[in-house]
């Protein structure tokens, strides 16, 4: 049987490691994190670059993934059986609630969000689908996080990045948050990944009874809090939409 072919092996290195950086990367860094010659890393990306899976930068050189790979990306997800099950009650969600409505799964240490509901209004918003959130800063990692014993497990490496100063860095103190989560079905960040903004979430079961996403609002906090806490109907509708997508599942 024959072997594995390892400049394709090189290049699913390189995408994966551009899908999981918020900033474009260059040659040399990219070579660094991987041990390659930065003549191999140069010549996969000019392929990759060729045939649409990554974009250069014209002013800094360096590359992010292209506009092949988000259209693969998009095909998969339309193909997702939880966002397929969760696009009704989401709808309502943002029409009940007036706000944004994201639904996320575990992927690595983050979330990946799979769907996004704009909030009801004319006012300019961008779609966040595709887009890996940090799991310790939103509600819908924490909602993630208080189920999820593996995604839990890698919290010792990423508690050191910092947000906002409301961005819970101390490992015992979010803990404690994560089994008061778990204790009472939903999740909250207030201003934790984002100055001024609010997030409620709840997980999603499968058949199995395994959390396999969340689903959440987002919006200013001045509209999903009062005194500091999200406000109980927001928190009812969320829960209430959760268990929702967890029926359709079952």
């Keep these: 049987m024959p072997g594995p072919i390892r400049s394709i092996e090189r290049a699913a290195a390189i995408l994966r490691l551009l899908s999981g950086r918020s900033r ?56 997702n059986e939880l966002r397929r099950r969760a696009r ?8 009940r609630s007036g706000e944004s409505v994201r639904i996320g799964t575990p992927h690595e240490d983050r979330v990946l969000i799979v769907h996004h509901v704009l909030r009801p209004d004319e006012t300019r918003q961008a779609l ?22 593996h995604m839990a497990s890698t919290l010792d490496d990423h508690m050191r990045t910092s947000f906002t100063p409301a961005t819970v860095i101390d490992l015992d103190r979010l803990r404690g948050e994560l089994e008061e989560t778990a204790r009472r079905g939903w999740a909250t960040d207030v201003g934790e990944l984002i100055d001024g903004v609010a997030s409620v979430a709840a997980p999603i079961e499968d058949r199995r009874r395994v959390t396999v996403g969340a689903i959440g609002i987002a919006g200013p906090i001045e509209r ?27």
């Design 224 to 250: 999903l809090c009062g005194n500091g806490r999200p406000r109980a109907e927001l928190v009812d509708q969320v829960v209430e939409a959760a268990r929702g997508i967890s029926g359709e599942l079952r």
């Design 88 to 95: 009704g009650w989401a709808d309502e969600l943002a029409v």
């Design 128 to 149: 966040d689908v595709g887009s890996l959130l940090p799991a310790h800063a939103t509600a819908l990692g924490k909602a993630l996080l208080a189920n999820d014993d």
């Design 24 to 79: 474009r990367l260059g040659v040399v860094e990219l070579a660094g994190e991987l041990s390659l010659p930065k003549g191999t890393v140069f010549g996969i990306l000019k392929t990759l670059r060729d045939v649409g899976f990554v974009e250069q930068d014209r002013e800094s050189g360096k590359y992010q993934l292209g506009a092949a790979m988000l259209h693969m990306g998009s095909s998969y997800l339309d193909g």
